[in-house]
């Protein structure tokens, strides 16, 4: 039965991300803690593959459309890959499966998720209202617009998701879309989503092969959940027109924000 009902959780995990975009990670690793009481670190281990072999198929199709800026996906994984290297490093000190590793992930998946709930309800605000010519329009120039507030943003705030994604397998999705907006502002949506997506898959794949030769990957439960997943995504993408996203946001940042405050209170 398990196993029916780890397809199922791939298969909606997979249906939101296609419907609304927000990082499967925010929502499989806490499904695995808290409904099927899967240990932090093989939650977070298997969900960061199971995030590097989903969005590795959009970034291919984002790619075929020429939206990915790739000196944008550059400079973000010159500060995340090396982070997600040092944090690896630091739970093969302590051991993953140890107490004090338990917590810190417990703890910080929890910050992280209460940071995607508010970051998921300000894409609800500011997408309401279309980005004028100035932040991304015809009128922008593309060099232009690849250009970051300040050279050093970009390293440094990847740095800090990448960290934070290999504690907690949270944060390269609407978090990382948050900081691109901001870092990025003349950049157009629909790269900003491209470059999110197209930096994550290099980043959850050394953080999630690093996880592996740790020990806290769960093979068989990371083919159940891509089972289901790969097909609830095709159909959230195919429904994404005819549903309320604000809606669907709006609930899944109260639901985030809850996840993420029972874990930073356990």
Do not use: N
Not at 33 to 60: E, N, Q, R
Not at 213 to 242: K, M, N, T, Y
């Amino acid at each position: 039965m398990h196993d029916i009902a780890f397809i199922l959780a791939g298969f909606g995990v997979g249906l939101i991300v296609g419907l609304t975009g927000v990082g499967g990670g925010s929502l499989m690793t806490p499904v695995l803690i808290f409904f099927f009481g899967v240990k932090p670190h093989l939650a977070i281990g298997t969900d960061l593959l199971f995030a590097a072999f989903t969005k590795m198929g959009g970034t291919v199709s984002l790619a075929r459309q020429r939206l990915v800026p790739w000196r944008v996906v550059a400079q973000l994984c010159a500060g995340s890959i090396p982070a997600s290297l040092l944090a690896l490093w630091a739970l093969q000190h302590l051991g993953p499966g140890s107490a004090q590793a338990q917590r810190i992930m417990t703890t910080t998946l929890g910050a992280a998720l209460l940071l995607t709930a508010a970051a998921t309800f300000y894409k609800v605000v500011a997408f309401s209202h279309p980005r004028p010519l100035s932040a991304g329009g015809a009128g922008t120039d593309p060099q232009a617009a690849l250009r970051p507030r300040h050279w050093s943003l970009p390293v440094l705030l990847g740095a800090v998701i990448g960290a934070l994604v290999t504690f907690t397998s949270v944060g390269a999705g609407a978090i990382g879309v948050s900081v691109l907006l901001l870092v990025f502002p003349l950049l157009p949506l629909p790269r900003i989503i491209a470059a999110d997506i197209a930096y994550a898959v290099p980043l959850t794949l050394v953080a999630g092969l690093g996880h592996a030769s740790l020990g806290s990957v769960d093979w068989p439960l990371l083919a159940q959940l891509l089972a289901g997943s790969l097909p609830g995504i095709w159909l959230g993408s195919r429904l994404v027109s005819r549903t309320p996203e604000r809606l669907i946001r709006s609930a899944l940042s109260v639901l985030l924000a809850w996840a993420g405050a029972k874990l930073v209170l356990i």
